[in-house]
């Protein structure tokens, strides 16, 4: 390796801490769900409640991923099923399954999942940084990875999932001048 393929990939480095370190933060508390075998955790203060899974309104040329929208409380909520999103297979809809309500900037969503287990709290230094996987797997909506109870957690970036152009819910948050 050159001296400036070198510096380049420390800076990459650095750069990847840096953004890892800024969707982590200083750790927290985590709301924990399955999709399938898979254990997820979201910021807990993203999450405003956690309800029964109800059917929804169908929209006409949504991705399948968008099951629809709700009248929450006078708010019309769209409501994402995060297996289909991820491509895991087939939701089937049990008294387990749970649509977590989230707020994300002024907007108010909700995700379908198969199951809440916990919340629990984790220190910066429990969370790893995602692996970088290129361009033909998108590992820009985890935050990072911890273990917990044997069990690999994958931490979601919820707000970057719900503004990027591919779920085209919501604009994303207005950056500082």
Do not use: C, W
């Not at 070198?6 to 750069?15: F, H, L």
């Not at 953004?19 to 910021?43: I, P």
């Not at 993203?46 to 059917?55: A, C, L, M, P």
């Not at 917990?148 to 919820?158: E, Q």
């Amino acid at each position: 390796m050159s001296h400036t393929q070198v510096a380049t990939a420390q800076t990459s480095n650095v750069g990847l801490a840096q953004d890892h370190a800024s969707k982590v933060n200083d750790g927290g508390e985590y709301l924990v769900f399955s999709l399938g075998e898979e254990h997820y955790a979201v910021d807990i203060l993203k999450v405003q409640e956690i309800r029964g899974y109800e059917n929804v309104t169908r929209i006409a040329n949504a991705p399948a991923f968008i099951k629809g929208v709700t009248n929450l409380r006078g708010v019309i909520v769209p409501i994402v099923d995060l297996r289909l999103k991820f491509q895991l297979g087939q939701a089937e809809y049990t008294q387990q399954t749970v649509v977590i309500v989230i707020n994300i900037g002024e907007r108010v969503v909700g995700i379908v999942v198969d199951g809440v287990s916990d919340v629990i709290s984790l220190a910066a230094d429990q969370v790893l940084p995602p692996p970088e996987f290129g361009a033909r797997m998108n590992s820009d909506f985890l935050a990072g990875l911890a273990t917990v109870n044997d069990h690999m957690l994958l931490i979601m970036d919820i707000e970057h999932m719900m503004t990027s152009d591919e779920m085209a819910l919501m604009e994303p948050a207005a950056q500082p001048a």
